[in-house]
């Protein structure tokens, strides 16, 4: 591979949003509602072992009781991920709404609750990773070099 193709590949950069901000471009963008401090660190772990050969937003919500932003955010991502048992604050009043909507990926460990929300969405993950492996398009992704 010449040195001006692998330079077109790694121009991928990830632009994190929090609230109270919005950021709206053509970028793909993700929303990761709830995560614990581990997945957190999974997520920068797993973007660190994969280059981005295009951009893309991932906006960040924690329990920050800003169900505006929450609802924007995740209308505007084309993929989401749920922790449904890291769910505390207000946002849970919503949970079945935002498992209700396309593309949205939820993890828990609670039996029951699996047993309800399945009910409205059959995309259960085991993991982080697992969401990120499975929306992650190719495309984002430089090829390994050999």
Known sequence: MNNTYKKKLMTGKITLISPPDVFVNKSQSIILVNTTPEEQETVSNWFSGHPLARELNVYFYNNERNLSWLVTAYNVAMYRYVNVD?????????????????????????????????????????????????????????????
Do not use: C, K, M, W
Request: aromatic share 10%.
């Open 86 to 146: 890291n769910t505390n604050d207000q946002s849970g009043t919503l949970l079945s709404y935002l498992l209700s909507l396309e593309n949205t990926y939820y993890s828990t460990d609670d039996t029951n609750t699996f047993e309800i929300f399945r009910l409205l969405n059959t995309s259960r993950v085991t993991s982080i990773e697992d969401f990120l492996n499975r929306v992650i398009i190719r495309e984002h992704i430089e090829e390994p070099q050999l």
